[in-house]
């Protein structure tokens, strides 16, 4: 990395950038998604495919999984386009590169994430030569103050009175179901036409058996780097959840639902992890609040 960058960027939120590279770089095309920006935000260097992280064959599902629900969501948030909505906000942004990738986009995107990692990433894209325009807004956000990213994300320039669609992945393992309750009530109190997209973690029993090992390995660095795995949820209880919660539309989509999107037929044999699956719940009224 550079030495004139400020803060770091989460853990987390690098493997994941740089997963969605490797997946242009190892897999077969079509790709799901074609994201090598990622790549040069997390890492200026040529030694990153060197991480043990990295490995094409060990991290074939997660791979997948990282790919598929960014197509997915990148798809939702083409249609809300379609039918005028021109709000997007990302939940727990990291290194996403839709605003660059995208500058197409009618949509202003909304990226919110930990103070450290918006500044060191806000100072990459200069370094890069990315523009920051006026539709990007980093809104940094400090979870571990109990900062509340409902008044930073307003005074962003987001507008609650109009939709918006809502992109919330990886993150409802790390916080315990009063939190996301909370979360969600806040999602949908938006207005009839808004989307939100989130995923969470299966119980451990739950998983194809090929895919325990891989479970237990991610749980154990989670665990080691003081952000451990703490809430995992069956479908029935997700949909329940998200319900409860105000939202009349809740559509779940498996592991293999996602497969079977956007990986049919694939001779490489590509195909998402079975941990962590999707929920698409949607706004059609929201009279009770």
């Given at each position: 990395m550079t030495g004139n960058v400020v803060g770091t960027p989460d853990n987390t939120?690098?493997?994941?950038?740089?997963?969605?590279?490797?997946?242009?770089?190892?897999?077969?095309?079509?790709?799901?998604?074609?994201?090598?920006?990622?790549?040069?935000?997390?890492?200026?260097?040529?030694g990153w495919r060197e991480r043990g992280d990295m490995v094409p064959a060990d991290s074939r599902g997660k791979r997948?999984?990282?790919?598929?629900?960014?197509?997915?969501?990148?798809?939702?948030?083409?249609?809300?386009?379609?039918?005028?909505?021109?709000?997007?906000?990302?939940?727990?942004?990291?290194?996403?590169?839709?605003?660059?990738?995208?500058?197409?986009?009618?949509?202003?995107?909304?990226?919110?994430?930990?103070?450290?990692?918006?500044?060191?990433k806000r100072n990459r894209l200069i370094e890069l030569g990315q523009d920051l325009p006026d539709r990007l807004r980093l809104v940094p956000v400090d979870f571990e103050a109990n900062d509340d990213w409902w008044e930073r994300l307003q005074e962003a320039?987001?507008?609650?009175?109009?939709?918006?669609?809502?992109?919330?992945?990886?993150?409802?393992?790390?916080?315990?179901?009063?939190?996301?309750?909370?979360?969600?009530?806040?999602?949908?109190?938006?207005?009839?036409?808004?989307?939100?997209?989130l995923t969470f973690f299966l119980p451990l029993e739950d998983l194809r058996p090929e895919d325990v090992a891989i479970r237990r390995a991610s749980r154990e660095g989670a665990r080691r780097s003081g952000t451990p795995f703490i809430s995992f949820y069956t479908p029935g209880q997700a949909v329940e959840l998200t319900r409860q919660a105000g939202f009349a539309e809740v559509e779940h989509i498996s592991a293999t639902g996602l497969a079977d999107r956007y990986f049919a037929g694939r001779s490489d044999g590509l195909r998402p992890y079975s941990g962590e699956e999707v929920l698409i719940a949607t706004v059609t009224t929201n009279e009770e609040f």
């Open positions: 939120a690098v493997r994941t950038a740089l997963w969605r590279a490797l997946h242009t770089q190892v897999d077969e095309a079509p790709h799901v998604l074609d994201d090598v920006l990622g790549a040069r935000l997390a890492q200026d260097d040529d997948a999984t990282i790919v598929g629900r960014a197509r997915l969501t990148e798809d939702l948030v083409a249609e809300a386009a379609s039918r005028g909505v021109d709000q997007y906000v990302i939940l727990g942004a990291g290194l996403d590169t839709y605003a660059q990738r995208h500058p197409e986009t009618t949509m202003t995107v909304f990226e919110i994430d930990q103070p450290e990692t918006q500044s060191w320039g987001f507008d609650p009175s109009r939709p918006a669609v809502v992109s919330w992945l990886g993150v409802t393992m790390y916080l315990t179901e009063e939190a996301t309750t909370a979360t969600l009530k806040r999602v949908a109190s938006l207005p009839a036409g808004s989307s939100l997209i």
